[in-house]
């Protein structure tokens, strides 16, 4: 099949939502098909004042490998300004839509450049009203969501269907190589982001509860952007890790720390648990697609940095309680394959298309 995949802007840094779309992309075009990846390229070149330059220059970036993620040398790469001429597109079997602004402009496509699909990783009421979004689960794609509650939540404001089809973790990039039980209890690791539906004050006030009692605690957070001013100067950071580098942090450390007040899944949770951390976390909704408390991680209620420091206390006090529910995590987070995601999506993309 020739498959197209719309995303937002071209992105140097990264994301976990488009990380999902390139290992789709990947393990489709390992299995034959032709794929194209199309990105808009006006968001990155605002100040540019013609779409032909600023397609040239879309282009000229995406001549340069992404550093952090290793595409299919096979798979095209085409930049384009955010437009609804559907000469841009090529035409193709199936096209994704990955963002409610790659689907509005998808919807008005015609059939030749491939029957419509949305994959909806979130529900991304930013940089959109909740309103045109509900508008976009309208539109005749066929909905692919990576949890359960995504589903209930589309159905539920939108009146649509959808499919789902929980992200899986890479095995071959996310393992444990450092044995769990001889991990230093008091190592922590977790995610830098600025948004604030991820929680990273609340995981921070957290961390320095735990160092009040345990001034040896170490840190160790990664993220896409620049640290701000409110990290501490006792954490370590990594700007912009690769799979190797992270699958090293996680590694290295033996409790995870998530603060989210929602996210679609929490992919860095899922990778961390592969790599043989205990997850301590909000207990948001997407993360209740992979842990469950006390068997494989210990959750409690989103906001309360008191409890997460509690939880990772316990942790660092129970070295047999971390140890099972880590060595449980990896199990259960390794269970989730990725083969079986993408013949499942292979498979209806088959029978939309006949």
Not at 67 to 95: A, E, Q
Not at 255 to 280: D, K, Q, R, W
């Amino acid at each position: 099949m020739k498959i197209t995949f719309c995303l937002p802007s071209i992105r140097r840094e990264p994301i976990g939502g488009y990380k999902i779309v390139y290992e789709y992309a990947n393990r489709l075009s390992e299995r034959g098909h032709d794929i194209t990846i199309l990105y808009f390229s006006d968001l990155n070149m605002q100040k540019i004042p013609f779409n032909v330059i600023k397609a040239s220059i879309g282009n000229l970036l995406l001549t340069r490998p992404i550093k952090w993620f290793k595409l299919n040398k096979k798979i095209r790469l085409v930049s384009t300004p955010y437009v609804d001429k559907s000469s841009v597109f090529p035409d193709s079997d199936i096209i994704f839509a990955t963002t409610p602004r790659t689907a509005v402009c998808i919807n008005s496509l015609p059939r030749s450049k491939g029957k419509k699909f949305y994959i909806i990783q979130d529900y991304e009421t930013w940089g959109t009203s909740e309103k045109d979004l509900i508008e976009t689960y309208r539109f005749p794609f066929i909905k692919i969501v990576v949890s359960k509650w995504l589903h209930d939540k589309i159905v539920d404001k939108s009146g649509q269907d959808s499919v789902v089809i929980s992200n899986p973790i890479d095995s071959k990039k996310f393992y444990v190589e450092e044995p769990i039980e001889t991990r230093n209890s008091l190592v922590v690791s977790l995610l830098y982001h600025k948004s604030q539906h991820k929680g990273v004050s609340v995981a921070l006030d957290a961390l320095t509860k735990v160092r009040k009692i345990y001034p040896e605690l170490k840190v160790q957070m990664f993220g896409s952007v620049e640290k701000g001013e409110e990290v501490p100067n006792w954490v370590d950071y990594t700007f912009q890790a690769n799979s190797e580098q992270l699958r090293k942090i996680y590694n290295k450390s033996s409790i995870f720390l998530c603060a989210s007040y929602e996210e679609g899944f929490g992919l860095t949770g899922a990778e961390s648990m592969a790599c043989g951390n205990a997850l301590v976390s909000t207990n948001f909704l997407g993360v209740r697609e992979y842990a469950i408390s006390e068997r494989n991680s210990l959750l409690s209620v989103v906001g309360d940095s008191q409890k997460l420091a509690d939880n990772v206390i316990k942790l660092i006090e129970n070295n047999e309680l971390r140890v099972t529910l880590a060595k449980q995590g990896s199990i259960d987070i390794l269970n989730r394959s990725w083969n079986e995601a993408v013949t499942k999506l292979e498979l209806l993309m088959l029978r939309c298309i006949v």
